[in-house]
Nanobody, 116 residues
Framework: QVQLVDSGGGFVQAGGSLRLSCVAS????????MGWYRQAPGQRRELVAS???????YVADSVKGRFTISRDNAKNAVYLQMNSLKPEDTAVYYC??????????WGQGTQVTVSS
């Protein structure tokens, strides 16, 4: 079973940047999709960005133009570059992986806090 370790969260002022990292315990070359969800207090967990096995990316409208998802197969890693951060981006961000058998794996979550 693959394990995911997500990291890179922190405290940042509005307009600042953070880069989240998600490292898998084994190769990520045979997955359906991998990406990031976030959940703020009292809110549902929502998809922020994802990349599929073809390298096609999805970015939610709320973060489009500010967030970029990328992958590095050599490092078994997926990254979320977050620029121009806003207070409404404050949430716990969770790495997510769905393999070719539709099995789901979650990272433990990393807190992102953006102050105004």
């Amino acid at each position: 079973q693959v394990q995911l370790v997500d990291s890179g969260g922190g405290f940042v002022q509005a307009g600042g940047s953070l880069r989240l990292s998600c490292v898998a315990s084994r190769s990520t070359t045979s997955f359906n999709s991998m990406g990031w969800y976030r959940q703020a207090p009292g809110q549902r967990r929502e998809l922020v960005a994802s990349v599929n096995d073809y390298g096609t990316t999805y970015v939610a409208d709320s973060v489009k133009g500010r967030f970029t998802i990328s992958r590095d197969n050599a490092k078994n890693a997926v990254y979320l570059q977050m620029n121009s951060l806003k207070p409404e981006d404050t949430a716990v961000y969770y790495c997510h992986l769905e393999d070719t058998y539709s099995r789901i794996t979650w990272g433990q979550g990393t807190q992102v806090t953006v102050s105004s």
